[in-house]
T-cell receptor, first 112, second 116 residues
Framework: GQNIDQPTEMTATEGAIVQINCTYQTSGFNGLFWYQQHAGEAPTFLSYNVLDGLEEKGRFSSFLSRSKGYSYLLLKELQMKDSASYLCAVRVHNTNAGKSTFGDGTTLTVKP | GAVVSQHPSWVICKSGTSVKIECRSLDFQATTMFWYRQFPKQSLMLMATSNEGSKATYEQGVEKDKFLINHASLTLSTLTVTSAHPEDSSFYIC????????????FGPGTRLTVL
């Protein structure tokens, strides 16, 4: 199986930058996903990394280091609506995205 | 992006009854759909992979006779929770792969099941 670790909770200020880390231990790594989930809603896709490096998409960026089993999600110019749970998910081998294993999520609270 | 719907969005039932949850891909065909369960303040746990035209593949520890999955068409998968009990109360979410099948999945809005 896979071990995926994320901080349980984080708090940041509106307008600031926050980095949410995710570490994983797995064999046959084949991609890492980040999802955003608001309370009572289903997750929405944020990013996908399979090669080392940084993927930037607007205010959100995701970084991957396969050798270190490490990823982070970077949120810039935080807005109140960014308060949500952020899920890191790892896919192994040659499987569908839906077969990914999810971390427990990081609950981010953005304060004024 | 692709849209996945679920019905109902919430349901309350008595213990011992069965509940059917539908998952539909609205603007694309999904040969594979996934069913997850999420308890409060916990992450998503994959229950089973639903394959169009064939039997579902269940994850370890998930009772296939209790959680019946049918994927009769390329746009519809159903999950039936049979003889539901209070411990089955949870948030059930389905997803479908993108057309590429690998790099993205689209989630339904989820179904909140409460068993009294």
């Amino acid at each position: 199986g896979q071990n995926i670790d994320q901080p349980t909770e984080m708090t940041a200020t509106e307008g600031a930058i926050v980095q949410i880390n995710c570490t994983y231990q797995t064999s046959g790594f084949n991609g890492l996903f980040w999802y955003q989930q608001h309370a009572g809603e289903a997750p929405t896709f944020l990013s996908y990394n399979v090669l080392d490096g940084l993927e930037e998409k607007g205010r959100f960026s995701s970084f991957l280091s396969r050798s270190k089993g490490y990823s982070y999600l970077l949120l810039k110019e935080l807005q109140m609506k960014d308060s949500a749970s952020y899920l890191c998910a790892v896919r192994v081998h040659n499987t569908n995205a839906g077969k990914s294993t999810f971390g427990d999520g990081t609950t981010l609270t953005v304060k004024p | 992006g692709a849209v996945v719907s679920q019905h109902p969005s919430w349901v309350i039932c008595k213990s011992g009854t069965s509940v059917k949850i539908e998952c539909r891909s609205l603007d694309f065909q999904a040969t594979t759909m996934f069913w997850y369960r999420q308890f409060p303040k916990q992450s998503l746990m994959l229950m089973a992979t639903s394959n169009e035209g064939s039997k579902a593949t269940y994850e370890q520890g998930v009772e296939k006779d209790k959680f019946l999955i049918n994927h009769a068409s390329l746009t519809l998968s159903t999950l039936t929770v049979t003889s539901a009990h209070p411990e089955d109360s949870s948030f059930y979410i389905c997803s479908a792969d993108s057309s590429s099948g690998y790099n993205e999945q689209f989630f339904g809005p989820g179904t909140r099941l409460t068993v009294l």
